[in-house]
Nanobody, 121 residues
Framework: VQLQASGGGLVQTGGSLKLSCAAS????????MGWYRQPPGKEREEVAR???????QYADSVRGRFTASRDSSEKAMYLQMNSLNTEDTAVYFC????????????????WGKGTQVTVSS
């Protein structure tokens, strides 16, 4: 099982970026998916989490600016980030709670490699 995040880059304050996360491999079921970020010199923090029904929750710092969505048929998740500011600069990681292989396996959290988002002033 792999999670591949993409879409990071350099953007000016006020700009937008859209991150993508694709899950692949032997996946029996995908449960919650979401995004964390780790700013330079700080701890990792949860940014958004989205359920299988598409219900999303957000950190206070991004609510109203970021929108999480998912495409279950494609095993993909997205994070539309608008009105970016310098405090959004971080490495963004996607995660998924999923059941691999079959219903007889336990659901686990899987993480993708991060994608760098840099917002310049």
């Amino acid at each position: 099982v792999q999670l591949q995040a993409s879409g990071g880059g350099l953007v000016q304050t006020g700009g937008s970026l859209k991150l993508s996360c694709a899950a692949s491999g032997s996946i029996f079921s995908l449960n919650d998916m979401g995004w964390y970020r780790q700013p330079p010199g700080k701890e990792r923090e949860e940014v958004a989490r989205i359920t299988t029904d598409g219900f999303a929750q957000y950190a206070d710092s991004v609510r109203g600016r970021f929108t999480a969505s998912r495409d279950s048929s494609e095993k993909a998740m997205y994070l539309q980030m608008n009105s970016l500011n310098t405090e959004d600069t971080a490495v963004y990681f996607c995660f998924a709670n999923l059941t691999p292989y079959s219903k007889y396996h336990a659901a686990l959290d899987y993480w993708g490699k991060g994608t760098q988002v840099t917002v310049s002033s």
